[in-house]
């Protein structure tokens, strides 16, 4: 009995039960979202799952893979050279994750009404994100060259 | 449960029935994506997707808790506080939200927005781990697979959803769908039912793979010596992976280094003070001079369009026990002053240290307007658009003795910005109830 359940259902009937459990939970908080703006809510929701997985990850997926190309074209790291991939990387990613956070501020897509709410201005918000993308990069390139020395000297000296 | 259930057995059980064409289509994935040697990182598997997991299921209880303690913080029950009014079953655990701490709910709805701002790198961490079963072929399998993916939609629609509209909301890009409270509510309850299922189902694998390699190990492994993980049953480990440029430490580390710049550019808009500036890109990390009324201001005069044509002549009106009055604010200022140190703490997360507002307590102006004992007030600004130009305060609100209408900050009178001539201040109230520009003070039984 449970094994034939199980070969047609692909799972433990607990499986099931959680399954359902979910989805009616989810069912009931939908049935009050959606009539708020039942295109709007949709798009949203499989627009957000979207969004992220088929362009934003893809995206820096690609940008990543370019980056390491371009490294391995160079060759195989030698000796005293320490791998730079990464100081280039750790920074990129830190200032993209920061600007796809902030956005709306560094971008100002809504500066007049943050104006008009807060009596602030969103001028400096970009100007912060470049002054913290100069400082990772110079942070990272501070960390590559003290890498580089170290690996250098390493090199220098006899093996033991 | 979730061993037996996520083995292959049951897809081959089931296989002799599926036409052959079926089969032949599952065997032949297109080339792409759905082919598993696409995905070529050598430190995707189990172990790291758990670390992540554990983080995120950690994290995410933790911001999901603190939002249900804001909506409650609103009194949802009283008058027309309530956002969503069709809350139904969804506000079960509503409660009677306390003055005290008077500083609990500047902690809650700061760690709930701090702490959502910081998951966004783990959460973009773990997407990532887990991206090559979005391209699972076949697509469908088996009904349990069927329904999983479905959930799977909404886990992760649900959870860029409920990230995003915080995130924009804080920064007053008004994009939603429909009202903000709407979306965010009830997006959250979608997604935390996805999100519970998730963790039923995959909490014994977590565990497992987190046995599965030493933590300490791994901070002790550096790029040249990681190797992938032994394969899983759910495919995450590529079968065809590339020479590793980055260890798991590494990418931990990466995970954990955005985590904690975020942290430190935007705390800063929570604590305060001399901290305020440090958070550079926060939407309440600029400093607005060091005069008594330079703290941060929810929403200005110019938004709520007053201007000091509607304040001039100012009076206030006391209703209760069936009578009305009216008070002008020197009938205010010639009643006995009370000094309460209360912060301003936004549902966006910012706040301001404790500022000194002086006025006259509300039990006092109960007890003036006949209502010595009031079930609530209800408290309406001379606004006269905006959600919040009226807010229901609970009887605990009224009666404690640092509820104020102020009438002055710091030692001076309160700025236009700021509610003059007189707002209501009350301890441990979400900013938008300390209604500003006090027009009218209805005492209920």
């Known amino acids: 009995m449970m094994r034939r359940f199980r070969a047609r259902y692909g799972a433990h009937p607990l499986h099931l039960l959680t399954m359902l459990a979910s989805l009616a939970l989810a069912g009931y908080a939908a049935l009050k979202l959606v009539p708020a703006n039942p295109l709007g809510i949709a798009v949203w929701f499989i627009g957000a799952a979207i969004a992220h997985d088929l362009l934003l990850l893809p995206l820096y997926s690609v940008v990543d893979s370019g980056l390491v190309h371009a490294w391995r074209r160079r060759g195989a790291p030698e000796l005293p050279q320490a791998p730079w991939i990464n100081y280039l990387r750790v920074p990129l990613a830190l200032s993209a994750v920061l600007l796809l956070l902030y956005a709306p501020l560094i971008l100002q897509f809504a500066g007049h009404r943050y104006a008009v709410t807060t009596s602030m201005s969103t001028d400096p918000y970009l100007e912060h994100w470049l002054l913290i993308t100069a400082a990772l990069f110079g942070l990272s390139a501070l960390g590559y060259a003290v890498r580089l020395r170290r690996s250098r000297r390493q090199h220098a000296r006899p093996s033991g | ?445």
């Not at chain 2, 070529?40 to 994290?59: D, E, H, K, M, Q």
């Not at chain 2, 809650?108 to 090559?132: A, C, E, F, N, R």
């Not at chain 2, 088996?142 to 909301?169: D, H, K, W, Y």
């Open chain 2, 1 to 445: 449960m979730t061993d037996q259930q996520d083995h292959a057995p049951p897809t081959d059980a089931a296989r002799p029935r599926s036409p052959r064409w079926v089969r032949w289509i599952g065997e032949h994935p297109p080339p792409g994506p759905t082919r598993r040697g696409f995905w070529r990182s050598p430190i995707r598997g189990p172990w790291l997707t758990a670390v992540f997991g554990l983080v995120l299921l950690i994290g995410i209880t933790i911001v999901f808790v603190t939002g249900l303690l804001s909506y409650a913080a609103y009194n949802p029950d009283l008058g027309s506080n309530d956002l969503t009014p069709d809350k139904g079953l969804l506000g079960f655990y509503l409660f009677h939200w306390p003055t005290q701490p008077y500083w609990l709910y500047r902690f809650t709805q700061g760690v709930h927005v701090t702490l959502g701002l910081i998951l966004v790198p783990v959460l973009l961490g773990k997407l990532w781990s887990v991206i090559p079963k979005l391209f699972d072929w076949p697509p469908v399998r088996s009904p349990a697979q069927f329904l999983e993916r479905i959930s799977l939609l909404l886990l992760v629609g649900g959870a860029v959803f409920e990230f995003v509209t915080g995130i924009v909301n804080i920064q007053y890009w008004y994009v939603f769908p429909a009202s903000f409270y709407t979306v965010h509510l009830y997006g959250a309850w979608i997604f935390i039912a996805a999100f519970a299922a998730h963790v039923a189902l995959k909490s014994r694998r977590m565990v497992t793979a987190l046995r599965s390699r030493s933590f300490r190990d791994e901070l002790h492994t550096d790029t040249a010596h990681t190797r992938p993980e032994p394969p899983d049953p759910d495919d995450l480990v590529s079968p065809n992976p590339a020479a590793p440029t980055i260890s798991r430490r590494g990418a931990l580390g990466l995970v954990g280094a955005g985590s904690l710049t975020v942290l430190l550019l935007t705390v800063g808009q929570s604590i305060g003070g001399a901290l305020r500036p440090t958070a550079l890109l926060a939407p309440r990390g600029q400093t607005l001079g060091h005069g008594p009324n330079d703290f941060q201001i929810n929403k200005t005069a110019e938004e709520a369009a007053i201007s000091t044509a509607e304040t001039d002549g100012w009076q206030l009106e006391l209703r209760g026990g069936g009578t009305s009055m009216t008070l002008t604010r020197d009938d205010l200022l010639a009643m006995p002053q009370h000094t309460a140190h209360l912060p301003i703490a936004c549902v966006e997360g910012w706040s301001t240290r404790n500022q000194a507002w002086t006025g006259v307590q509300l039990r006092d102006l109960a007890r003036l307007a006949g209502a010595p004992e009031p079930g609530s007030v209800l408290v309406e600004s001379i606004q006269t658009g905006g959600l919040f130009r009226s807010a229901t305060l609970r009887r605990n609100q009224v009666l404690d003795p640092d509820s104020l209408l102020a009438l002055r900050v710091n030692d001076a009178d309160l700025s236009l910005d700021h509610g003059y001539p007189a707002r209501v201040i009350v301890p441990n109230n979400p900013g938008v109830h300390n209604t500003k520009w006090v027009g009218r003070l209805d005492f209920q039984a």
